[in-house]
T-cell receptor, first 114, second 114 residues
Framework: DSGVTQTPKHLITATGQRVTLRCSPR?????VYWYQQSLDQGLQFLIQ???????AKGNILERFSAQQFPDLHSELNLSSLELGDSALYFC?????????????FGEGSRLTVL | LAKTTQPISMDSYEGQEVNITCSHN???????ITWYQQFPSQGPRFIIQ???TKVTNEVASLFIPADRKSSTLSLPRVSLSDTAVYYC???????????????FGTGTRLKVLA
């Protein structure tokens, strides 16, 4: 158990819909990272937050947005969903903003868009 | 960001030592090299991190030559449970504010055979 909690574990929805994925980082970790992993693909970095502020942006679509709340949990919002958005979405956390150490990953949220 | 190149897949037998090499020709001075392991439908798990020479922990060793343009993850005496995808990451603080993007490559799919 990494200490990172993601909900929901599974989500099935239709094209055009909007969903919200939630992540609670490890106790004490201030940074949260979001990744997307499509079937048999590598991990695509989406975005990073540190203590409530956006710190780094990767290949995140304009239809996607994220935020980190004062209690440090984070939410990833996916809107106008397309079939290609079906993927595993992972959240990870670390202690600092530029951590050269370890990222702790959650078990992921599996999104299926029909 | 330094791009990494790893073999797509490798096969090994139980009890053998496995060495996975990652090339990162344009690694920057302040970049660290980190390896992660990922099992199907699970989040990646940190294995080891190093900057130069050799690092060893209870599960693996990381060899980094003087020019740091490559690195080798060594897994001693692998077992069937080591079958997984192994990712090499290279990166470090990108700005004075410490923004650091953890960019995963395509990884190496290791299959351990009985």
């Amino acid at each position: 158990d990494s200490g990172v909690t993601q909900t929901p574990k599974h989500l099935i929805t239709a094209t055009g819909q909007r969903v919200t994925l939630r992540c609670s980082p490890r106790s004490g970790d201030l940074s949260v990272y979001w990744y997307q992993q499509s079937l048999d693909q590598g991990l695509q970095f989406l975005i990073q937050y540190y203590n409530g502020e956006e710190r780094a942006k990767g290949n995140i679509l304009e239809r996607f947005s994220a935020q980190q709340f004062p209690d440090l949990h984070s939410e990833l919002n996916l809107s106008s969903l397309e079939l290609g958005d079906s993927a595993l979405y992972f959240c990870a956390s670390s202690v600092g903003p530029a951590n050269t150490g370890e990222l702790f990953f959650g078990e992921g949220s599996r999104l299926t868009v029909l | 960001l330094a791009k990494t190149t790893q073999p797509i897949s490798m096969d090994s037998y139980e009890g053998q030592e496995v060495n996975i090499t990652c090339s990162h020709n344009n690694i920057a001075t302040n970049d660290y090299i980190t390896w992660y392991q990922q099992f199907p439908s699970q989040g990646p798990r940190f294995i080891i991190q190093g900057y130069k020479t050799k690092v060893t922990n209870e599960v693996a060793s990381l060899f980094i030559p003087a020019d740091r343009k490559s690195s080798t993850l060594s897994l001693p005496r692998v077992s069937l449970s080591d079958t997984a995808v192994y990712y090499c990451l290279v990166g470090g603080p990108l700005t004075t504010s410490g923004t650091y993007k953890y960019i995963f490559g395509t990884g190496t799919r290791l299959k351990v055979l009985a």
